[in-house]
Protein backbone atom coordinates (compact mmCIF):
# COMPACT_ATOMS: atom_id res chain seq x y z
CA UNK A 1 0.00 0.00 0.00
CA UNK A 2 2.23 2.82 -1.32
CA UNK A 3 2.32 6.16 0.09
CA UNK A 4 2.70 8.80 -2.24
CA UNK A 5 3.71 12.53 -2.01
CA UNK A 6 1.59 14.83 -4.32
CA UNK A 7 4.26 17.39 -6.20
CA UNK A 8 2.85 20.04 -8.58
CA UNK A 9 -0.73 21.69 -8.75
CA UNK A 10 -1.93 19.36 -12.40
CA UNK A 11 -4.88 17.99 -9.67
CA UNK A 12 -5.71 21.31 -7.66
CA UNK A 13 -7.94 21.54 -5.90
CA UNK A 14 -8.52 17.67 -4.82
CA UNK A 15 -4.95 17.25 -3.88
CA UNK A 16 -2.39 19.89 -3.55
CA UNK A 17 1.22 19.98 -3.76
CA UNK A 18 2.75 18.58 0.03
CA UNK A 19 -0.32 16.29 0.48
CA UNK A 20 0.61 12.80 0.92
CA UNK A 21 -2.13 10.21 -0.68
CA UNK A 22 -2.72 6.00 -0.22
CA UNK A 23 -2.62 4.29 -3.22
CA UNK A 24 -3.78 0.44 -3.92
CA UNK A 25 -3.69 -1.79 -6.73
CA UNK A 26 -6.86 -1.51 -8.81
CA UNK A 27 -7.86 -2.59 -12.12
CA UNK A 28 -11.37 -2.25 -12.51
CA UNK A 29 -11.30 1.76 -12.90
CA UNK A 30 -14.00 3.67 -13.42
CA UNK A 31 -15.10 7.26 -14.70
CA UNK A 32 -14.14 9.81 -11.30
CA UNK A 33 -10.98 7.77 -9.69
CA UNK A 34 -8.15 9.49 -9.29
CA UNK A 35 -4.80 7.20 -10.02
CA UNK A 36 -1.46 7.19 -10.15
CA UNK A 37 0.33 5.90 -13.39
CA UNK A 38 3.62 5.94 -15.09
CA UNK A 39 5.09 7.90 -17.79
CA UNK A 40 8.43 7.64 -18.58
CA UNK A 41 10.36 7.62 -15.20
CA UNK A 42 7.71 10.33 -13.80
CA UNK A 43 4.82 9.12 -11.89
CA UNK A 44 1.68 11.56 -12.46
CA UNK A 45 -1.52 11.78 -10.35
CA UNK A 46 -4.44 12.29 -12.46
CA UNK A 47 -8.49 11.49 -12.65
CA UNK A 48 -10.30 8.77 -15.15
CA UNK A 49 -12.68 10.36 -17.30
CA UNK A 50 -13.54 7.37 -20.19
CA UNK A 51 -12.86 3.52 -19.78
CA UNK A 52 -11.33 1.20 -23.08
CA UNK A 53 -13.51 1.40 -26.01
CA UNK A 54 -15.52 5.07 -24.60
CA UNK A 55 -16.04 8.09 -26.51
CA UNK A 56 -14.79 10.85 -24.87
CA UNK A 57 -15.64 14.18 -26.46
CA UNK A 58 -14.63 18.55 -25.16
CA UNK A 59 -16.05 21.40 -25.87
CA UNK A 60 -14.43 24.84 -26.27
CA UNK A 61 -16.03 25.53 -23.15
CA UNK A 62 -14.12 22.74 -21.34
CA UNK A 63 -16.93 20.66 -20.75
CA UNK A 64 -16.55 16.87 -21.25
CA UNK A 65 -19.02 14.12 -21.75
CA UNK A 66 -18.77 10.68 -22.47
CA UNK A 67 -20.61 8.43 -25.09
CA UNK A 68 -23.13 11.60 -25.46
CA UNK A 69 -23.43 11.74 -21.62
CA UNK A 70 -22.05 15.26 -20.17
CA UNK A 71 -20.34 14.63 -17.05
CA UNK A 72 -20.85 16.41 -13.62
CA UNK A 73 -17.70 17.88 -12.79
CA UNK A 74 -18.36 19.07 -9.28
CA UNK A 75 -14.48 18.35 -8.14
CA UNK A 76 -13.60 21.36 -10.98
CA UNK A 77 -13.25 24.76 -9.60
CA UNK A 78 -13.01 25.87 -13.36
CA UNK A 79 -13.63 23.87 -16.78
CA UNK A 80 -11.26 24.39 -19.41
CA UNK A 81 -10.66 23.03 -22.66
CA UNK A 82 -6.37 23.13 -21.83
CA UNK A 83 -3.93 21.69 -23.63
CA UNK A 84 -6.01 19.91 -26.48
CA UNK A 85 -4.19 18.58 -29.43
CA UNK A 86 -6.24 15.70 -30.03
CA UNK A 87 -9.27 14.88 -32.51
CA UNK A 88 -12.08 14.96 -30.73
CA UNK A 89 -14.39 13.00 -30.33
CA UNK A 90 -12.06 10.51 -29.34
CA UNK A 91 -12.64 6.90 -28.90
CA UNK A 92 -10.53 5.71 -26.17
CA UNK A 93 -8.00 2.36 -27.12
CA UNK A 94 -8.54 -0.71 -26.06
CA UNK A 95 -7.18 -1.94 -22.12
CA UNK A 96 -6.54 2.08 -21.67
CA UNK A 97 -7.88 4.79 -19.57
CA UNK A 98 -8.31 8.57 -20.63
CA UNK A 99 -7.26 10.54 -17.86
CA UNK A 100 -7.24 14.51 -17.10
CA UNK A 101 -6.29 16.52 -13.89
CA UNK A 102 -8.68 18.75 -12.24
CA UNK A 103 -6.56 21.69 -12.85
CA UNK A 104 -8.27 21.34 -16.52
CA UNK A 105 -6.27 24.98 -17.89
CA UNK A 106 -2.48 23.79 -17.13
CA UNK A 107 -2.71 20.14 -16.75
CA UNK A 108 -0.46 17.96 -19.30
CA UNK A 109 -2.92 14.64 -19.69
CA UNK A 110 -4.66 12.60 -22.06
CA UNK A 111 -5.69 16.02 -24.36
CA UNK A 112 -2.58 15.73 -25.17
CA UNK A 113 -0.68 13.72 -27.53
CA UNK A 114 2.40 13.38 -25.52
CA UNK A 115 0.42 11.75 -23.07
CA UNK A 116 -2.40 9.98 -24.99
CA UNK A 117 -4.31 7.23 -23.40
CA UNK A 118 -2.56 5.48 -20.74
CA UNK A 119 -2.79 1.62 -20.90
CA UNK A 120 -2.94 -0.86 -18.06
CA UNK A 121 0.49 -1.45 -17.44
CA UNK A 122 1.04 2.11 -16.84
CA UNK A 123 -1.04 2.71 -13.91
CA UNK A 124 0.09 2.33 -10.45
CA UNK A 125 -2.63 2.34 -8.30
CA UNK A 126 -5.75 3.96 -7.24
CA UNK A 127 -5.25 6.67 -4.48
CA UNK A 128 -7.92 6.16 -2.33
CA UNK A 129 -6.83 7.68 1.42
CA UNK A 130 -5.31 11.29 2.07
CA UNK A 131 -2.99 11.00 5.29
CA UNK A 132 -1.53 14.14 5.29
CA UNK A 133 -2.52 17.14 6.27
CA UNK A 134 -4.29 16.23 9.50
CA UNK A 135 -6.74 18.45 8.99
CA UNK A 136 -7.46 17.03 5.83
CA UNK A 137 -7.16 13.16 6.72
CA UNK A 138 -9.87 11.11 4.73
CA UNK A 139 -11.08 8.63 2.14
CA UNK A 140 -10.90 10.06 -2.11
CA UNK A 141 -13.46 6.76 -2.34
CA UNK A 142 -16.18 5.41 -0.67
CA UNK A 143 -14.49 2.28 -0.24
CA UNK A 144 -16.00 1.63 3.17
CA UNK A 145 -14.12 -1.27 4.31
CA UNK A 146 -11.00 -0.31 3.92
CA UNK A 147 -11.79 3.38 4.93
CA UNK A 148 -11.98 2.11 9.00
CA UNK A 149 -8.80 0.12 9.06
CA UNK A 150 -7.08 3.03 7.14
CA UNK A 151 -8.90 5.24 9.74
CA UNK A 152 -7.10 3.12 12.64
CA UNK A 153 -3.41 3.06 11.67
CA UNK A 154 -2.95 6.29 9.34
CA UNK A 155 -2.28 8.20 12.90
CA UNK A 156 0.79 5.27 13.23
CA UNK A 157 1.59 6.11 9.28
CA UNK A 158 1.72 9.48 9.87
CA UNK A 159 3.84 9.50 12.64
CA UNK A 160 6.44 7.04 11.36
CA UNK A 161 6.89 7.83 7.82
CA UNK A 162 6.00 11.56 8.34
CA UNK A 163 6.91 12.68 11.91
CA UNK A 164 9.92 11.51 12.50
CA UNK A 165 11.93 12.72 9.53
CA UNK A 166 10.67 15.99 10.24
CA UNK A 167 11.97 15.54 13.42
CA UNK A 168 15.49 13.86 12.94
CA UNK A 169 16.44 16.29 9.12
CA UNK A 170 15.03 19.81 11.28
CA UNK A 171 19.01 20.65 11.50
CA UNK A 172 20.92 22.92 9.31
CA UNK A 173 21.88 21.00 5.42
CA UNK A 174 25.24 20.99 4.56
CA UNK A 175 24.95 19.44 1.13
CA UNK A 176 24.17 23.11 -0.35
CA UNK A 177 21.48 21.99 -2.55
CA UNK A 178 17.82 22.18 -2.88
CA UNK A 179 15.48 19.34 -2.58
CA UNK A 180 13.45 19.10 -5.47
CA UNK A 181 11.52 16.28 -7.47
CA UNK A 182 11.02 16.99 -11.52
CA UNK A 183 7.11 17.43 -11.91
CA UNK A 184 5.43 17.97 -15.12
CA UNK A 185 5.89 21.68 -15.09
CA UNK A 186 9.66 20.82 -15.09
CA UNK A 187 9.25 20.22 -18.44
CA UNK A 188 8.30 21.74 -21.94
CA UNK A 189 8.24 19.42 -25.15
CA UNK A 190 9.95 16.61 -23.20
CA UNK A 191 13.04 18.98 -22.31
CA UNK A 192 13.35 19.65 -18.80
CA UNK A 193 13.34 23.55 -18.63
CA UNK A 194 13.14 24.28 -14.55
CA UNK A 195 16.95 24.10 -14.45
CA UNK A 196 17.03 22.62 -10.63
CA UNK A 197 18.95 19.07 -10.41
CA UNK A 198 16.58 16.14 -8.22
CA UNK A 199 17.65 16.02 -5.31
CA UNK A 200 16.17 14.09 -1.66
CA UNK A 201 17.77 15.16 1.54
CA UNK A 202 19.47 12.24 3.20
CA UNK A 203 20.85 12.55 6.99
CA UNK A 204 24.30 12.96 5.58
CA UNK A 205 22.75 16.27 4.36
CA UNK A 206 23.08 17.86 7.86
CA UNK A 207 25.48 18.42 10.37
CA UNK A 208 25.65 15.74 13.24
Not at 36 to 58: C, E, T, Y
Not at 138 to 163: E, P
Not at 192 to 202: A, F, N, P, S, V
Amino acid sequence: MPVLSIYGYSMSPTLEQGQYVVSVKNTKLKSGDIVAFWQGNKLLVKRVIASPGQWVDIDVNGNVSVDGKALDEKYLNEKALGNCDIDLPHQVSESHWFLMGDNRDTSIDSRSRAIGDISKEQIEGQIIFRIWPFDQIGSLKKWKRITLALSCVVVFCVVYALTLPAITLEGKTICGMEEHTHTEECYQDDKLICGKEEHQHTEDCYEK
